[in-house]
């Protein structure tokens, strides 16, 4: 039969394995129109459980430039900013706002109380607020 610290080793190597499969977001439609960039972030913001509004102020603030949220779902910013650039930034909003600081698990949901930002890991219960996008 085996200890408890080796069955807990065990466990935590297969996770550390197999988590990289599983969550693959999708890429954002970038797209150019005059002087603004166009992301397409409705099949982002539903892979990883966001609000639209939430995901655009955070590229506004992060890209240091004006937007809005269409009815499409479509995040419009003001500038020419590149694929690579708009990705990098949504891989830092999921870095810091999806991924559990706990257990590195995907599976989390987030939720305004009052005027803070609670990110609830769905994986191992962890709870902890998230920094205010200025």
């Known amino acids: 039969m085996m200890e408890y610290d080796e069955?807990?080793?065990?466990?935590?190597?297969?996770k550390k394995a197999g988590r990289g499969e599983r969550f693959v977001p999708p890429e954002a439609d970038v797209g150019q129109s005059g002087q603004k960039t166009v992301i397409n972030a409705e099949k982002f913001a539903s892979y990883i459980n966001r609000p639209i509004k939430h995901i655009a102020r955070y590229m506004m603030h992060e890209l240091t430039a004006p937007g809005q949220v269409d009815e499409k779902g479509n995040i419009t910013i003001g500038g020419r900013f590149s694929r690579?650039?708009?990705?990098?930034?949504?891989?830092?909003?999921?870095?810091?706002?999806?991924?559990?600081?706990?257990?590195?698990?995907?599976?989390?949901?987030?939720?305004?109380?009052?005027?803070?930002?609670?990110?609830?890991?769905?994986a191992c219960g962890a709870e902890y607020p998230v920094g205010k996008i200025k």
């Open 7 to 14: 069955l807990l080793k065990k466990v935590l190597k297969e």
């Open 84 to 122: 690579r650039v708009v990705q990098e930034k949504l891989n830092a909003y999921i870095k810091e706002y999806v991924i559990c600081k706990q257990c590195a698990s995907p599976d989390t949901q987030m939720n305004k109380i009052e005027e803070n930002f609670i990110v609830k890991c769905l």
